[in-house]
């Protein structure tokens, strides 16, 4: 009993350890030239991972060590423990805050709290804060010609060969949900 609440103990302290350097990597930004959000968090969360299972590795190595009683599948559990629960965490909310339109508008009816706003209010708060002030269009353009899925001549776009094939993947995939509001839909 004391082995599985010592080998319980050492997945929460790894995963604890991890998700915080996560967290700080983010806020201490030494992969500022990573635009792409979505991949250098992914990026981020496989590195801060990666570190504390290397150090629990290492603390294994030693001899009358309380990690000594830990094999592959313990290392490999606590990876993939960390890297599901994080990155869903992250997924959910700073991912989703960061792009969502549902956010604006709550954050819009929260500043006006107590004062009544019409559907025409509301469109046009969104419109100015996401499109005019975010640059929504123009970040997600900037984001789709660094991955490759478009191309820019003069002042026009046009689809890649690779584009192609994310849409038509997304398509297959939001179908396979069945996805009611799917954009690549006619």
């Known amino acids: 009993m004391k082995n599985k609440f010592s080998l319980l103990l050492i997945y929460i302290v790894g995963f604890s350890f991890s998700s915080a350097l996560y967290i700080s990597l983010f806020w201490i930004n030494i992969f500022s030239s990573l635009d792409f959000l979505f991949f250098k968090s992914g990026f981020l969360l496989i590195l801060s991972t990666g570190l504390i299972l290397l150090i629990i590795i290492l603390l294994n190595r030693i001899k009358y060590s309380i990690f000594k009683m830990m094999v592959f599948q313990d290392f490999l559990l606590i990876f993939i423990i960390t890297i599901f629960i994080n990155w869903f965490i992250y997924g959910l909310i700073p991912f989703n805050v960061s792009r969502s339109n549902s956010v604006i508008i709550l954050k819009y009816l929260r500043d006006n709290d107590g004062r009544y706003k019409t559907k025409n209010d509301i469109l046009n708060y969104v419109q100015d804060k996401y499109f005019n002030e975010y640059d929504a269009i123009g970040l997600r353009l900037s984001e789709q ?16 060969e690779k584009g192609i094939f994310i849409t038509q993947s997304f398509l297959f995939i ?4 069945n996805l009611e509001n799917n ?3 006619d």
Do not use: D
């Not at 010609?145 to 890649?160: C, W």
């Not at 939001?174 to 949900?177: A, G, M």
């Open 174 to 177: 939001s179908k396979l949900y």
């Open 145 to 160: 010609l660094k991955a490759g899925n478009i191309k820019k001549v003069g002042e026009e776009y046009f689809i890649t």
């Open 183 to 185: 954009f690549l839909e």
